[in-house]
C-alpha cells in the first residue's frame, strides 16, 4: 500500500487567498484525521471523520475552515480566505478501528 | 495544564546509551500511542498499547494505568534515532491528545 498520500507537499500563498489541501487515505480505513503542527501548539486535531461522516470538527479553529469527505478514498481541507496564523504542517491520518494511526507526509503551508 | 505531559522536553545522549521517554495523562484512557516523527516531518506510529509493555526491536513501551504513566525506552541509542517522540492518548472516542513531544538527540 502507498500509504496516506496528501498533496501538495508544500503550498506558499498570500493572505486572502484559497488554499485546498488533499488527502487520499489508506483503502480500508474508516477513519481520517485532519491535524495541524505549530511550533507553538504542537499537533492538534482540526477534524475527524467515520465512514465519511465528520464526527468531531470541534478543533477546527474558525469558519474559515472546512474539510470535506465525499467518498471514502478522497477528503479535503479548505480555507478560506487564509492568514498568515494558518501557516503550519497539516496532517492527514487514517486507521481502522483500533488499529495505529497512518500519518501522510504533511502539508507545509505557508501564508504570506 | 496539558492532559498530556512528556519529560524530558530535550534529550541528548551518546550512541549506545539507554534512553527513557516520560509520559503522563490526567483522563482516563483506551489506548496510549507513542509516534516518531523525523527531521523533515513524517510521523510514524511506533506503538499502540492500552495496558503491559510491547517490545519492537530496541523499542520498548511500557504503561501503567493505574498510575496513568507510560515510557518509552530505547535501547543501545543510534544516531538514527534522533526524531521528536510523541505521546497520544485517546479517550473514549477516536480523538487523539498529544503531548508537546521530546526532542532526542543521539550523538556519535
Known amino acids: 500500500d502507498a500509504g496516506v498520500i496528501q498533496s501538495p507537499r508544500h503550498e506558499v500563498t498570500e493572505m486572502g487567498q484559497e488554499v485546498t489541501l488533499r488527502c487520499k487515505p489508506i483503502?480500508?480505513?474508516?477513519?481520517l484525521f485532519w491535524y495541524r503542527q505549530t511550533m507553538m501548539r504542537g499537533l492538534e486535531l482540526l477534524i475527524y471523520f467515520n465512514n465519511n461522516v465528520p464526527i468531531d470538527d470541534s478543533g477546527m479553529p474558525e469558519d474559515r475552515f472546512s474539510a470535506k469527505m465525499p467518498n471514502a478514498s478522497f477528503s479535503t481541507l479548505k480555507i478560506q480566505p487564509s492568514e498568515p496564523r494558518d501557516s503550519a504542517v497539516y496532517f492527514c491520518?487514517?486507521?481502522?478501528?483500533?488499529?495505529?494511526?497512518?500519518f501522510g507526509n504533511g502539508t507545509r503551508l505557508t501564508v504570506t | 495544564k496539558n492532559e498530556v505531559e512528556q519529560s524530558p522536553q530535550n534529550l541528548t545522549a551518546q550512541e549506545g546509551e539507554f534512553i527513557t521517554i516520560n509520559c503522563s495523562y490526567s483522563v482516563g484512557i483506551s489506548a496510549l500511542h507513542w509516534l516518531q516523527q523525523h527531521p523533515g516531518g513524517g510521523i510514524v506510529s511506533l506503538f499502540m498499547?492500552?495496558?503491559g509493555k510491547k517490545k519492537h526491536g530496541r523499542l520498548i513501551a511500557t504503561i501503567n494505568i493505574q498510575e496513568k504513566h507510560s515510557s518509552l525506552h530505547i535501547t543501545a541509542s543510534h544516531p538514527r534515532d534522533s526524531a521528536v517522540y510523541i505521546c497520544?492518548?485517546?479517550?473514549?472516542?477516536?480523538?487523539?491528545?498529544f503531548g508537546k513531544g521530546t526532542k532526542l538527540t543521539v550523538n556519535p
Open positions: 497520544a492518548v485517546r479517550s473514549g472516542s477516536e480523538k487523539l491528545v
Open positions: 483503502s480500508g480505513h474508516n477513519s
Open positions: 498499547l492500552s495496558s
Open positions: 491520518a487514517s486507521g481502522q478501528d483500533n488499529s495505529p494511526l497512518h
